[in-house]
């Protein structure tokens, strides 16, 4: 019974991803910046598997409280020069849920992550987002003559814990970040273990039931 509840939270919890991503432009297909030949299921949020902090276009959407509209459409949500419509495919504000496709479904990026992802303006924005072997430029310098250093890559060191260090003149903070492809990959892992194993508790149950009535001296045990 156990299994078959988590089974049920694990399910309820795609759905819940894929409604969040119905509700906007290409909502399926937006890119990972760290890799673009692969997706972003969790979209509002720093994780790239979903759950946890928002990014700034999460903050913006607020769960499913706001739709899509011209208002979210034309804002520039991680501040990267496009707005959340260019980034989406949907660059007039024209798409709405349930209607037409977008107009673009090509060259999309993300709208709650700052691109270039390298660029020293982003770095500085964004010192939650582990990237595998990318790294921000340490030269750069932001206001009041804070110093970004790089966003330390984990590289073929399998061992080394990858951490991303924002160092300032006034603190030093230390983000230790996952790498949420493995993540993700352990998600669908154990949903697909559990669909089985409660697929099999179910036919146990269906086959228990049939033998009693087939055989009534089995009511008895």
Known sequence: MKIFVLLLAFLSAVRCYQSHQARIPNGIRVPD??????FWPGVGHQKKAGGGSRNPFGVLMGGIQVQWGRSVCETDSDGDGRTNGEELGDPNCQWSMGGNPPALSTNLSHPGICEPITSPDCCAKQTWLYCHNIVCDKSS??????????????GSD???????????????TIVTSRNDDTVATVFTILGITAAVI???????????????RRCPELARI
Do not use: H, M, Y
Not at 33 to 38: D, E, F, G, H, V
Not at 141 to 154: P, R
Not at 202 to 210: A, D, E, G, P, T
């Open 158 to 172: 399998s061992s080394t814990t990858p951490v991303s260090t924002v160092t300032s003149d006034r603190s030093t």
């Open 141 to 154: 310098e932001t206001d009041g003559g804070d110093i970004v250093n790089e966003i330390i890559a984990n």
């Open 198 to 212: 409660a697929f099999l508790f179910i036919l146990c149950l269906k086959l228990n039931s049939k033998l009693r």
């Open 33 to 38: 910046p760290c890799n673009s030949a692969q």
